[in-house]
């Protein structure tokens, strides 16, 4: 069975406004479970985060990445569009229809939460893809005749609370559950553990926090008063060697989600309660 450990973390703010910075950025770095020690012990000791680095610790970085990473990711998704204020004022029916039944707000079904679970989930999609694609295969098949792929997601703690952390976890159960496109490629994947964590207890996560600035500000041309350790010039080189190196899958695009097609009928409930 292939197994991958997934580290992910965002750059920029995952909020309604997008003053300051018009992109949000989320990293993945796939790593086969069996090196996850060895690679870990690569890490220097306090090693500085990305808004903190020099264009040293960046190319250090970038090196460990294209060397000991079986994939690495990154979707970075334009949020100064219509879609994605829309997102936001869609939300409030249903958000006001839980919080007029339950008493209490439903953090799951808030637009940032929901983005955030949307760009871990995109991001450690494209890396382990990634890695199955270009990695080795060991080709062990489970009692249906479908090769196995063990993942361990950890992410940071962009996910934040009790009750948002289990509707994160559950999404990973539930695709463990349903997976016919996977089935119909002769794979199947199983979610050994989900975690959400802090770079102190998993400092791996400091390797995606590292590339999800270094595409935020290779995507970003106005920055404007946000202080960056690199140039776009400087972020945009690495970010080459890294392509370069085939580890990397990256996907720009602009946000579209539509928040009524994901809840759903409940969405179009709170609607019609609304009037």
Known sequence: MNRYTIFSDIAGRVAQDTKGSNRVTAAAIAVETQRVPTVRSL?????????????RDAEAVAELLIHEAAAVSAVTVQKDTEAWRKFWLDSRPLQK????????????????NVVTYWLFSYAFALATAHAIKIGPRNRILDYRGREAIERTIVCDSDVKGDENIDVFKSLWERHDGSQPRMEQLGLRFYTRDVLVT?????????????LAGLVQTAFITDPGRIPLPLSLDEAKHLLGRIKDSGKLVLHSREFELVYGEIFGEAYRRSIESAW
């Open 43 to 55: 890490i220097v000791e306090n090693p500085l985060k990305w808004r903190d680095s020099t264009s």
């Open 97 to 112: 229809a839980i919080v007029a039944q339950d008493r209490q707000p439903a953090g799951f079904a808030r637009p940032a």
């Open 198 to 210: 802090t770079e102190d207890e998993e400092p791996l996560l400091l390797w995606a926090d590292y």
